[in-house]
Structure formats: structure tokens, C-alpha cells
């Protein structure tokens, strides 16, 4: 039933996958972490300038751009962790049939990591995204309202 060349091209395809999809979560990882220091600088005072050079436009062609950013990463990263947990797993079903306990051991443990990671880097996009719009949001109305509050 499991024996045809279509299935062992898509077993080859997605066996080669673990590696990107380990990669790209990992600069994800980076990704996320620079976007945690950029929201500090922001609400350290980076949000107070961008009040003050009184460029609406500018102020909300910027807010949208990072908001869009958190929002892919709270996306993307529960996505390369369902990956990262999914792809190894097959194999390591596989080798507990064999009885290598060793191989099942391995690949279960990339299967827990990436999905703790993919979570993690979603969590962190989604709490920056709302941060961040709240945030920009308060400007714009600011601006808009020309109160100079934010």
C-alpha cells in the first residue's frame, strides 16, 4: 500500500525539509528577539519622537510595517514548529518498529523542541502585535486629535 514511488518521492521531499524548517525557525528565534529590543526602544521613547515629528502618515506607514512583522512571526512560528514536530516523528515511528529505541528517542525529542520553540516565538509575536498596536493606535488617534498625548 506504502510501496509506490510517488510515496517514497513525498517520504524523500519531506525528510530533506527537517533542516530548512529547523533554520528558518532558528531565524525566527533571532527574528523575534530583535523585534523585543526594537519594542523597547519604541516604548522607551522611540514612540514619544515619532509623536513629535508630527508625521502622521510616516507614523502609521511605520506602525503598520512593525505590527505586520510581530503578526508573521506570531504566524510562522507555531507553523515551523508544527513542521519541526511533525516531520521527524515519521521516521521515528518507523524506527520504533524496527526496535531502535535510541533513533525514536532522538527524533522525538526535535519533535517536542521545535514545537516548544514554535510556540514560544508565536507567543512572543502575538504579545509584541498587540503591544504594538495598542501603541500606535494611541498615536494616531494623538496625532489625529493634535492633543499631543501618546
Known amino acids: 500500500m506504502f510501496e509506490g514511488v510517488l510515496v517514497q518521492w513525498i517520504h524523500a521531499g519531506v525528510s530533506w525539509l527537517l533542516e530548512p524548517v529547523l533554520a528558518a525557525l532558528a531565524a525566527l528565534v533571532a527574528l523575534a528577539v530583535w523585534e523585543v529590543g526594537q519594542t523597547l526602544g519604541e516604548g522607551l521613547g522611540g514612540i514619544r519622537r515619532l509623536r513629535l515629528s508630527g508625521d502622521g502618515q510616516a507614523a502609521g506607514r511605520l506602525g503598520r510595517r512593525r505590527i505586520e512583522r510581530a ?59 498587540r503591544v504594538r498596536r495598542r501603541w500606535y493606535d494611541s498615536l494616531l488617534d494623538a496625532m489625529e486629535a493634535g492633543d499631543g498625548r501618546a
Open 71 to 129: 503578526d508573521l512571526i506570531a504566524r510562522v512560528g507555531p507553523m515551523l514548529g508544527l513542521m519541526g514536530t511533525l516531520i521527524p516523528l515519521g521516521p521515528g515511528l518507523a524506527a520504533m518498529g524496527r526496535g531502535e529505541l535510541q533513533t525514536l528517542a532522538q527524533a522525538v525529542t526535535v519533535a517536542f523542541d521545535t514545537t516548544v520553540m514554535g510556540l514560544l516565538v508565536g507567543i512572543i509575536g502575538f504579545v509584541l502585535g
